[in-house]
């Protein structure tokens, strides 16, 4: 038994919607990571080489990661508000500037509007309900690791996340994470 971990719930329910809303659209052929994309495992790349095997190599790309970056709790008046700043990182691949700027540009604004239409989309069934805040979300191109044929958009959205007393979050929330 473990503590519910409503940072790890959220990423899910947002990859859950995304695939959804790709789905919808008919974009295919995404790779979704949360936290961190995966390391390549160089010594298990070197043990089939040595067994004579021959690697293929694994395009990670196009990709979506989602992972919560901060969360942010207030106090005031007897009223508990809290929300947490989540990621999602839209990865593609093009060999086209301009081609390849408007292709990732193009699936953001495309999730920003499914996530504007359905601002709820990831509602939980376990009795707290987790809403998108739609005054706070930006997307923009990550310049920074941005290169070559990769081509990186960034969403930070925030969620209305449940903010209950740490004796009732331990007590009454005890569930296998």
């Known amino acids: 038994m473990g503590i519910m971990n409503p940072l790890k719930r959220n990423a899910e329910s947002l990859e859950k919607e995304i695939k959804k809303a790709f789905e919808k659209a ?95 989309a990831i509602e939980s069934k376990d009795g707290y309900s987790y809403s998108i805040n739609l005054e706070n979300m930006d997307a923009y191109l990550n310049e920074e690791i941005t290169g070559g044929d990769y081509w990186i958009y960034d969403i930070v959205m925030q969620l209305n996340i449940p903010a209950i007393a740490h004796g009732d979050y331990y007590t009454n929330n005890l569930k296998i994470i």
């Open 26 to 120: 008919g974009i295919e052929g995404f790779h979704f990571y949360k936290i961190f994309l995966p390391l390549n495992n160089v010594e298990e790349k070197v043990k089939k080489l040595r067994q004579g095997q021959i690697l293929t190599e694994e395009e990670e790309c196009p990709f979506i990661l989602i992972r919560p970056l901060k969360t942010n709790q207030k106090y005031k008046n007897g009223e508990c508000k809290k929300v947490a700043d989540y990621l999602i990182r839209i990865g593609t691949k093009n060999e086209e500037n301009e081609e390849g700027f408007f292709e990732v540009a193009q699936i953001a604004e495309y999730l920003i509007a499914y996530f504007t239409h359905k601002p709820s």
